[in-house]
């Protein structure tokens, strides 16, 4: 991190002695983040100066090791009335994540707003509360995946190589892949892992490093050791970007991660927002290529165009009002699948104009839907 500002490297400091319990010392803080055992220290004093809970502690071996210290110094945070008790009645939205270090943390942090309250305050803000509630129909249990979160956020703030026991839908077993993590997604109740996987390449790339494969979970988990390097993540040869293929993986399919002290370096043209521009969702398709987006034409009918208009479904979406009351919306999209899921939950009230290939394919949909809820005798005759 030579290259990197004063900010950047404190923050990495921080990240690595949170995830150490025992801490670390000056040399092995030097060795991550890869500057002198000076400017460790002067970031260091810097932190403790901002009012960060960090000390040194001699361990049993009389090793000097740099530590958080739990109930140390604090951050000095002031908020408003106002600033308290929105915080207050927002703490809900953290509830998908209920059960990991993040929901913990928030929880420790919403109880010191309970207490700057005062119980006449929050007896108001209670009453309150209960007139807000979010609803995520479907949505994710994460309260037994909290040190898979923690890992797998580890891997991508230091950007470093995780392996990853994850079982697919289709799999009849978990298997242990190489993964590059670059972010993590939240969408529709569910956490999505974006990464590069080492075991799903599909062309041949050059590398830094020796390819390890896919195992099975029961073959063991993880490599014992991997020394600390740096490498580069393969590349297509025939890619116009040279840009590595990212795939999307549900964190509630993830049981284990063990986070290497490997290093890669990721893409610096990858961002989360770029990648999910082309889509409906989070599904991507074949392709997200703008010279291959396709243009979808949906016209909604009276009923439903005033619902759709509130609301932006997509960046690049266009709507125009038809003389009846009727709404087109049109977008341009990579693939169809989740706009045509979308769709079909206005039943009649929505029609797909183009394209023809997609209409043809919700005819034959609906076919088999009405096939489905025939009469149980009518259906045996036919």
């Given at each position: 991190?030579?290259?990197?500002?004063?900010?950047?490297?404190?923050?990495?400091?921080?990240?690595?002695?949170?995830?150490?319990?025992?801490?670390?010392?000056?040399?092995?803080?030097?060795?991550?983040?890869?500057?002198?055992?000076?400017?460790?220290?002067?970031?260091?004093?810097?932190?403790?100066?901002?009012?960060?809970?960090?000390?040194?502690?001699?361990?049993?071996?009389?090793?000097?090791?740099?530590?958080?210290?739990?109930?140390?110094?604090?951050?000095?945070?002031?908020?408003?009335?106002?600033?308290?008790?929105?915080?207050?009645?927002?703490?809900?939205?953290?509830?998908?994540?209920?059960?990991?270090?993040?929901?913990?943390?928030?929880?420790?942090?919403?109880?010191?707003?309970?207490?700057?309250?005062?119980?006449?305050?929050?007896?108001?803000?209670n009453k309150a509360s209960k007139t807000f509630l979010q609803t995520i129909p479907?949505?994710?249990?994460?309260?037994?995946?909290?040190?898979?979160?923690?890992?797998?956020?580890?891997?991508?703030?230091?950007r470093r190589v995780a392996f990853v026991v994850y079982q697919s839908e289709r799999?009849?077993?978990?298997?242990?892949?190489?993964?590059?993590?670059?972010?993590?997604?939240?969408?529709?109740?569910?956490?999505?892992?974006?990464?590069?996987?080492?075991?799903?390449?599909?062309?041949?790339?050059?590398?830094?490093?020796?390819?390890?494969?896919?195992?099975?979970?029961?073959?063991?988990?993880?490599?014992?050791?991997?020394?600390?390097?740096?490498?580069?993540?393969?590349?297509?040869?025939?890619?116009?970007?040279?840009?590595?293929?990212?795939?999307?993986?549900?964190?509630?399919?993830?049981?284990?991660?063990?986070?290497?002290?490997?290093?890669?370096?990721?893409?610096?043209?990858?961002?989360?927002?770029?990648?999910?521009?082309?889509?409906?969702?989070?599904?991507?398709?074949?392709?997200?290529?703008?010279?291959?987006?396709?243009?979808?034409?949906?016209?909604?009918?009276?009923?439903?165009?005033?619902?759709?208009?509130?609301?932006?479904?997509?960046?690049?979406?266009?709507?125009?009002?038809?003389?009846?009351?009727?709404?087109?919306?049109?977008?341009?999209?990579?693939?169809?699948?989740?706009?045509?899921?979308?769709?079909?939950?206005?039943?009649?009230?929505?029609?797909?104009?183009?394209?023809?290939?997609?209409?043809?394919?919700?005819?034959?949909?609906?076919?088999?839907?009405?096939a489905n809820y025939q009469p149980a005798e009518k259906a045996r005759k036919s």
């Amino acid at each position: 991190m030579q290259d990197s500002t004063p900010l950047q490297r404190q923050w990495y400091i921080l990240i690595s002695l949170m995830s150490r319990r025992e801490g670390l010392t000056l040399k092995e803080l030097s060795a991550e983040v890869k500057v002198d055992e000076r400017t460790i220290r002067r970031d260091l004093n810097t932190l403790r100066k901002a009012g960060f809970g960090i000390d040194e502690r001699v361990s049993e071996r009389g090793r000097k090791h740099w530590k958080i210290v739990e109930g140390g110094s604090q951050v000095p945070i002031h908020f408003t009335w106002p600033e308290a008790v929105s915080l207050y009645l927002g703490r809900q939205l953290l509830d998908p994540l209920a059960g990991t270090h993040f929901w913990q943390s928030a929880q420790t942090a919403f109880a010191k707003i309970r207490a700057m309250l005062g119980e006449a305050a929050l007896s108001q803000v209670n009453k309150a509360s209960k007139t807000f509630l979010q609803t995520i129909p479907g949505r994710s249990d994460y309260s037994t995946k909290a040190d898979v979160i923690d890992c797998l956020m580890l891997a991508i703030e230091e950007r470093r190589v995780a392996f990853v026991v994850y079982q697919s839908e289709r799999a009849t077993e978990p298997v242990s892949l190489e993964m590059y993590p670059y972010g993590i997604v939240y969408h529709k109740g569910s956490l999505y892992l974006i990464a590069h996987s080492r075991d799903h390449e599909t062309k041949t790339r050059t590398t830094a490093a020796a390819r390890t494969p896919a195992r099975s979970a029961s073959q063991g988990s993880f490599p014992s050791s991997i020394e600390p390097a740096r490498i580069a993540i393969k590349q297509p040869v025939d890619s116009p970007s040279n840009a590595p293929e990212m795939r999307i993986f549900k964190i509630d399919r993830v049981s284990d991660v063990d986070v290497q002290n490997l290093q890669f370096t990721p893409d610096a043209n990858f961002r989360l927002e770029n990648y999910f521009a082309h889509t409906f969702g989070i599904y991507q398709g074949e392709s997200t290529d703008e010279t291959q987006l396709q243009t979808i034409r949906i016209r909604f009918a009276k009923e439903a165009a005033r619902y759709v208009e509130e609301k932006t479904w997509h960046s690049s979406q266009k709507l125009t009002k038809g003389k009846d009351g009727s709404l087109v919306l049109e977008v341009q999209l990579a693939n169809t699948n989740e706009i045509k899921s979308w769709a079909l939950g206005f039943g009649p009230r929505a029609t797909i104009l183009e394209p023809q290939s997609l209409r043809q394919e919700i005819a034959n949909d609906l076919k088999q839907i009405l096939a489905n809820y025939q009469p149980a005798e009518k259906a045996r005759k036919s």
